[in-house]
């Protein structure tokens, strides 16, 4: 039995700028299953965000273009949908928790309104059955006094009142993905655990799947199920949390697992860094694009893009360190011609 309800397959979104064509998201493909856990991890600027905009269709009309891929959801392609289709899955059977609660909350209307216009637009409830259920949802996510909070205006609460609010608003009306964009990043480390908690309980009593978009490694210990490693556009690494965490394969990979700090090590040991900076993907070159950062980096890495390879089941990695061809079995292409 195939439990896949998401498949993303060879994902391409453009920028449009000034300064020329940003390929911010290149070739990206994963799945995700039924009740399962997705963390997308990597740097800011490695497409994260983007990629989970794109599925959802929320990239700006003015600038951002979807030059190819598919987004199946449960067999349909989201990309090929008219956009009135999209509204009615939006919020109702895919929900997204966004980076800044404050800006995903209209400052000028009261909390409880801004629940009810969704649960009463997706599920047809009268105004009277929307109220309470927007009352039962407040409590769910642990709101104190719901039936009173319900006529106050999103700058009368905390920043993890209003984080549990975007959540309580994503989970109305009981999707079947939810996509978290870095949902506790402004929180401080005690509501970021409550806030991690509550989604996990959330999940266990809704079996929603989550994708979960982050840049804190704490977070996808805690949280997730399997782990895509990006950068510069791409997955470099995907597999289970104890693939990535205990047998890392791509240098990247190592790399972030390398620049946080454990509890059970020196507190004096420093931590190692990755030397400079993301490409710019207005010029990306021809090679691997971690290759100008890699301490492993060889020639062939400058010229051709590694492909991915299955080191496990489930468990895959693009980099030349795990490919077994010799330069005389590639296709001379880059400056100069060959390796």
């Not at 920043?159 to 009981?174: E, H, S, T, W, Y």
């Amino acid at each position: 039995m195939n439990d896949e309800i998401l498949e993303v397959k060879n994902l391409h979104v453009n920028f449009h700028t000034q300064n020329g064509v940003v390929k911010a998201v290149r070739g990206v493909d994963f799945t995700l299953n039924k009740g399962e856990t997705l963390a997308i991890v990597g740097e800011s600027g490695s497409g994260k965000s983007v990629t989970a905009k794109a599925i959802m269709r929320l990239l700006p009309k003015q600038n951002a273009r979807i030059t190819s891929g598919k987004v199946n959801y449960e067999k349909n392609d989201l990309l090929e949908m008219p956009l009135k289709k999209i509204q009615q899955i939006r919020g109702s059977q895919i929900s997204m928790v966004f980076q800044d609660p404050m800006t995903a909350l209209n400052p000028t209307m009261k909390i409880g309104r801004q629940i009810i216009e969704g649960l009463k637009k997706h599920q047809n409830l009268s105004s009277k059955e929307a109220k309470i259920k927007a009352i039962n949802m407040l409590k769910l996510v642990g709101i104190p006094n719901a039936e009173d909070r319900l006529d106050s205006y999103p700058h009368q609460y905390s920043g993890g009142m209003r984080q549990r609010v975007v959540i309580a608003m994503a989970l109305a009306c009981n999707p079947k993905i939810l996509i978290a964009d870095e949902p506790t990043t402004a929180l401080d480390v005690t509501i970021q655990a409550q806030i991690l908690e509550l989604m996990k309980d959330l999940q266990a009593k809704t079996g929603t799947s989550i994708i979960i978009i982050t840049h804190d490694l704490g977070v996808v210990a805690n949280m997730a199920d399997r782990v895509a490693v990006m950068y510069a556009g791409e997955i470099v690494e995907m597999g289970s949390v104890d693939e990535i965490f205990y047998n890392p394969q791509h240098p990247y990979t190592l790399g972030l697992l390398q620049s946080m700090p454990k509890l059970h090590e020196n507190r004096n040991k420093p931590l190692i860094p990755i030397p400079g900076s993301p490409p710019d993907l207005a010029s990306i070159g021809t090679g691997c694009p971690f290759a100008p950062r890699c301490p492993y980096t060889m020639k062939v890495c400058h010229y051709f893009p590694p492909v991915k390879k299955e080191i496990l089941d489930g468990h895959s990695v693009s980099c030349w360190l795990q490919d077994n061809r010799t330069p005389k079995e590639l296709q001379p292409i880059g400056i100069g011609g060959t390796i």
